[in-house]
Antibody, heavy 123, light 107 residues
């Protein structure tokens, strides 16, 4: 069964860094682009960023709110994608999800999600 | 950047009602719109992709329509398990963006 599992969340002070992991199992993560999405307390869902597959240069895209602070990476040999978060701010507190970006009948879909990992930025 | 204006932000409905939620994109996104359902503390559940395609395993009372800038999610015959928050997402242009959500609660 295909699965995504996020890890690496925790309590962190403002200004510090944290790296989240998104581990795939039951499928080859290398075949898929990966999105990161977060949900901040009392607010809705926010798209954070995206990494393309190796044939597309593993290039990345980011939301304006995290651009320059967050970096998405992937290690397909380990079937893992990462979200490196630097200069964390209290507004970055939330649950972070990764999602597989798949082609179904030549149409893109966010077809698989992890359970999420909690990040709390507080002094 | 593309903004997704989702409305209403909340609505009250009864079991059996027909519910309609709309999203308007600030620029055309062809049919790159998905719809999700989320319950408190849970993972978003995908409902619709490519504006109108039902995700595998999703009940047929959910349907999506639209293209370009205007999109609609319809629930035909609301069930008790459908009380939740619904989000649209455009992925036609980077950065991708969600609507602000529509909370559907019990009338």
């Amino acid at each position: 069964e295909a699965q995504l599992v996020e890890s690496g969340g925790g309590l962190i002070q403002p200004g510090r860094s944290l790296r989240l992991s998104c581990a795939g199992s039951g499928f080859a993560l290398s075949d898929y682009a990966v999105n990161w999405v977060r949900q901040t307390p009392g607010k809705g869902l926010e798209w954070v960023g995206f990494i393309r597959t190796s044939p597309y240069g593993e290039t990345t895209e980011y939301a304006a709110s995290v651009k320059g602070r967050f970096t998405i990476l992937r290690d397909d040999s380990k079937n893992i994608a990462y979200l490196q978060m630097n200069s964390l701010q209290t507004e970055d507190t939330g649950r972070y999800f990764c999602s597989r970006y798949s082609l179904v009948d030549m149409l893109f879909t966010f077809d698989l999600w992890g359970q999420g990992t909690l990040v709390a930025v507080s002094s | 950047d593309i903004q997704m204006s989702q409305s209403p932000s909340a609505l009250s409905a009864s079991v059996g009602d027909r519910v309609t939620i709309t999203c308007r994109a600030s620029q055309g996104v062809t049919n790159y719109v998905a719809w999700f359902q989320q319950k408190p503390g849970k993972v978003p559940e995908r409902l619709i992709f490519a504006a109108s395609r039902l995700q595998s395993g999703v009940p047929s009372r959910f349907s999506g329509s639209g293209s370009g800038t205007d999109f609609t999610l319809t629930i035909s015959g609301l069930q008790p398990e459908d009380f939740a928050t619904y989000y649209c997402l455009q992925h036609g242009n980077h950065p991708f963006s969600f609507g602000r959500g529509t909370k559907v609660d019990v009338k």
